[in-house]
C-alpha cells in the first residue's frame, strides 16, 4: 500500500525535522490510542463561554430581601403587596419567584421605585417585627 503523494506531503510537514525515533513513538501512540484521545492531548481545550450575569435590579432584591426568611416566592408576593400599597395601586401579579416580580414590576414601575420599594419594605417589616437579625 503506497500513500498519495498529498498525504506523503502532509506527513512530512507535520512530522518536521523530528528523529525517527520520535516519528516512531508519534506512530505507536496513534495506532493505541483513539482519535478522541489523542486530539484531546494535542490541542487545547475550546474555552467555554462566560455565564451571563443576571438582571442587576434582581441581585439587589435578593440582597435586600436577605434578612426576610423565606422562599423567594414569598418575598416575591410581599413586594408586590407592598409596592401595590404604597403606590396606591391594583397589581394582579403571581410571580414565581424575585426574577419574574421584577420582570412584571417593570412594567408599570422604574427600578429605582422597585428598590425603594423592597428598602421599604424591610424597614415597614423590621418596625413590625422587632427589628431582630431575621425579619419574618
Same mark, same amino acid.
Given at each position: ?5 498529498? /498525504?506523503?506531503?502532509?506527513?512530512? @510537514? ?7 525515533? &520520535? ?6 501512540? !496513534?495506532? *493505541?490510542?483513539? /482519535? ?11 474555552? $467555554? ?5 443576571? &438582571? ?9 430581601? $436577605? ?8 418575598? @416575591? &408576593? ?13 397589581? !394582579? ?6 426574577? *419574574? ?6 412594567? $408599570?414601575?422604574? *427600578? *429605582? ?19 431582630? &437579625?431575621?425579619?419574618?
Amino acid at each position: 500500500m503506497t500513500l498519495k503523494p498529498a /498525504d506523503a506531503k502532509l506527513l512530512r @510537514a507535520a512530522l518536521g525535522r523530528r528523529s525517527r525515533k &520520535d516519528v516512531r513513538r508519534i506512530f505507536k501512540l !496513534a495506532r *493505541d490510542h483513539s /482519535d478522541k484521545t489523542l486530539l484531546a492531548a494535542a490541542l487545547p481545550a475550546p474555552k $467555554k463561554a462566560p455565564k451571563p450575569k443576571g &438582571d442587576p435590579l434582581v441581585r439587589e432584591l435578593e440582597q435586600t430581601l $436577605k434578612p426576610i426568611m423565606g422562599p423567594s416566592q414569598e418575598k @416575591a &408576593d410581599l413586594l408586590i403587596e407592598h409596592i401595590a400599597k404604597k403606590y396606591k395601586r391594583k397589581l !394582579a401579579y403571581e410571580p414565581k419567584g424575585l426574577a *419574574d416580580a421584577a420582570r412584571q414590576l417593570r412594567t $408599570k414601575f422604574s *427600578d *429605582d421605585q422597585i428598590s425603594a420599594g423592597a428598602k421599604s419594605l424591610v424597614s415597614h417589616l423590621s418596625k413590625l417585627y422587632g427589628g431582630s &437579625d431575621g425579619v419574618v
